[in-house]
T-cell receptor, first 113, second 113 residues
Framework: GESVGLHLPTLSVQEGDNSIINCAYS??????FIWYKQESGKGPQFIID?????DKRQGQRVTVLLNKTVKHLSLQIAATQPGDSAVYFC????????????FGKGTKLSVKP | NAGVTQTPKFRILKIGQSMTLQCTQD?????MYWYRQDPGMGLKLIYY???????DKGEVPNGYNVSRSTTEDFPLRLELAAPSQTSVYFC????????????FGSGTQLSVL
């Protein structure tokens, strides 16, 4: 099975609320994680990344949390907007592997106005 | 600066036909990748290249071939199309294999009937 998985395939939130998208990984050798956003008909876009020597990283309206103890990754989106509606993927890079990001299945985020 | 450009955007093939998916990038990235994305799934790596003249297999290389004669171009070849190759194909490039901040093209939707 896939090393990276998501707890919820779909998430529906009200505009203005905070969103939390979760991701589990199973390979303890993974040392780098990325969140991507994919809008319909487009390629994935980089949102934020985090290395395994960090627990938290913040961007503009987004925060990624990494819990290495339970191999869990989350993406928090503050004040969710309609433009945030998309499929969100987490991806992991296993230390020493070249070019092979392992992607999760994705969570579809729908923002209700 | 166009980024990563893929052609065609859509294609329908008959079983056994061949075709080449084109990918070019103008960011002078050394690293280029081909992924496929099946419905409701994450991306899987087909082939990648760390520079002109160098290519290597990813997770799902069977049925595909690649070449990298220039830094800019990384075409993906399907020699004998099969229904299992029906998918959306994404080309990506990055400036570093370690940072793995991939820039994706907009994808090629391929149907093999």
């Amino acid at each position: 099975g896939e090393s990276v998985g998501l707890h919820l395939p779909t998430l529906s939130v009200q505009e203005g609320d905070n969103s939390i998208i979760n991701c589990a990984y199973s390979n303890s050798a993974s040392d780098y994680f990325i969140w991507y956003k994919q809008e319909s008909g487009k390629g994935p876009q980089f949102i934020i990344d985090i290395r395994s020597n960090m627990d938290k990283r913040q961007g503009q309206r987004v925060t990624v949390l990494l819990n290495k103890t339970v191999k869990h990754l989350s993406l928090q989106i503050a004040a969710t907007q309609p433009g945030d509606s998309a499929v969100y993927f987490c991806a992991e890079n296993i230390r020493g592997s070249q070019g092979n990001l392992i992607f999760g299945k994705g969570t579809k985020l729908s923002v209700k106005p | 600066n166009a980024g990563v450009t893929q052609t065609p955007k859509f294609r329908i093939l008959k079983i056994g036909q061949s075709m080449t998916l084109q990918c070019t990038q103008d960011m002078n990235h050394n690293y280029m990748y081909w992924y496929r994305q099946d419905p409701g799934m994450g991306l899987k790596l087909i082939y990648y290249s760390v520079g002109a003249g160098i290519t290597d297999k990813g997770e799902v290389p069977n049925g595909y071939n690649v070449s990298r004669s220039t830094t800019e171009d990384f075409p993906l070849r399907l020699e004998l199309a099969a229904p299992s190759q029906t998918s959306v194909y994404f080309c990506a490039s990055s400036y570093s294999v370690k940072l793995e901040k991939l820039f994706f093209g907009s994808g090629t939707q391929l149907s093999v009937l």
